[in-house]
């Protein structure tokens, strides 16, 4: 089981373009999470997926929208790119319900300048 | 609102001594913990949780964690620290309305001198 891949590791992009983060779930789980870790702080909720649908959305602005797949696996798409974009995503994959064990990748590093 | 508060940024310990992580929550119920470990360009990486139950909760690489309700805290201790353990440790609280969405503390980064 190669648990939860994320692709690709690292990104630079530039302000006002758009990136596509992709995630692929452990083995079994149906519910993807996102989240954003900037610099020297926690993870923060972007928004989570189940049975292809958005369940719940953090606090974040309509530029980052999401999708999922069939298969389980999970886009996080970032519009119009700004400095403070800059940061760590993690996603995370569990299976539904409770006492569930929520497994993270290893993150994408995008870097916008 | 939930929230997590780690008041340690930054902790140095030698190897072989004890360690002590603060984590204070706000919380309206019983809340769901988590203790996270992250190291340098690695994700997250479940130590232990709490639930329910015992409110001593022991967790992977000897690492344990105390739920005091009373003071709304979930420490994470370990008697003996290894120069292995250095890295980045996250408290985090599970919301209420969906287990798997995690509010984190800012972190407490430790290191470990030989």
């Known amino acids: 089981d190669a648990g939860v891949t994320q692709s690709p590791t690292h990104l630079i992009k530039t302000r006002g373009q758009q990136v596509t983060l992709r995630c692929s779930p452990k083995s079994g789980h149906d519910t993807v999470s996102w989240y954003q870790q900037a610099l020297g702080q926690g993870p923060q909720f972007i928004f989570q997926?189940?049975?292809?649908?958005?369940?719940q959305r953090g606090n974040f602005p309509d530029r980052f929208s999401g999708h999922q797949f069939p298969n389980y696996s999970s886009e996080l798409n970032v519009n119009a790119l700004l400095l403070g974009d800059s940061a760590l995503y993690l996603c995370?994959?569990?299976?539904?319900?409770?006492?569930?064990?929520?497994?993270f990748g290893q993150g994408t590093r995008l870097t916008v300048v | 609102a939930q929230s997590v508060t780690q008041p340690d940024i930054h902790i140095t310990v030698s190897e072989g001594a004890s360690l002590e992580l603060r984590c204070n929550y706000s919380y309206g119920a019983t809340p769901y913990l988590f203790w996270y470990v992250q190291s340098p360009g690695q994700g997250l990486q479940l130590l232990l949780k709490?639930?329910?139950?015992?409110?001593l909760v022991q967790g992977i690489k000897g690492f344990e964690a105390e739920f005091k309700r009373s003071q709304s805290s979930f420490n994470l201790r370990k008697p003996s620290v290894h120069w292995s353990d250095a890295a980045e440790y996250f408290c985090a609280v599970g919301a209420v309305d969906n287990f798997n969405k995690f509010y984190f503390g800012s972190g407490t980064k430790l290191n470990v001198k030989p």
């Open positions: 995370a994959s569990s299976l539904t319900g409770l006492n569930t064990e929520a497994f």
């Open positions: 709490y639930f329910s139950g015992d409110t």
């Open positions: 997926y189940y049975e292809e649908e958005e369940r």
